[in-house]
């Protein structure tokens, strides 16, 4: 797939639409954490396959229950530093701290995403369907390029919302 911050950025204008349902913050992580499990396959010298970090049955289940959590208590106990990070890039949220609800619901489109735009572009992604069929139904060889236009117009996107939202506080803070 596509370098691994695209599977964020691909997805990033679904907060942009909607802020108050999904947490930016939930977003990041959750649809790029996923690809730790090619650095374990590298760091322990086997062959960086998607395995089963890379199928629904992970993301649609263990995955946001144990993310979810983590995340919300992150989002509470250093907000500040999170808020501080936000400032660097010109992100303006509404809110540092989502309900859990928003949350959980951002991790389960994140990680989701993820093996949605792998499964089209890699032949080697067998568990996406596990345990119910060994293999790829989904890869389409060549043709993935569509996929990869799909995903920079869906970020070239995310960053035109991005630097539309930084100009608005600006607008704002000089009517005060």
């Not at 730790?36 to 263990?62: D, K, R």
């Not at 993935?144 to 035109?160: E, K, N, P, R």
């Amino acid at each position: 797939m596509p370098p691994n911050p695209l599977h964020f950025s691909a997805i990033a204008p679904l907060y942009f639409k909607w802020p108050k349902s999904f947490d930016i913050t939930a977003l990041l992580f959750s649809s790029t954490l996923v690809d730790l499990e090619l650095l374990v396959f590298l760091l322990n010298g086997e062959p960086m396959i998607h395995g089963f970090w890379h199928s629904y049955l992970f993301v649609l289940t263990i995955y946001p229950a144990v993310l979810s959590p983590i995340l919300y208590l992150l989002e509470r106990g250093i907000d500040k530093k999170i808020e501080r990070i936000y400032r660097f890039f010109r992100f303006f949220p509404e809110t540092i701290s989502y309900p859990f609800k928003a949350i959980y619901t951002s991790c389960l489109v994140g990680g989701a995403s993820h093996i949605f735009f792998d499964m089209w572009v890699h032949q080697n992604s067998s568990w996406v369907l596990f345990p119910f069929y060994e293999g790829n139904l989904f890869w389409i060889g060549e043709w993935s390029i569509i996929v990869f236009g799909l995903v920079t117009l869906l970020s070239l996107y995310a960053v035109f919302l991005w630097i539309r939202q930084m100009r608005i506080p600006r607008r704002n803070s000089t009517q005060s």
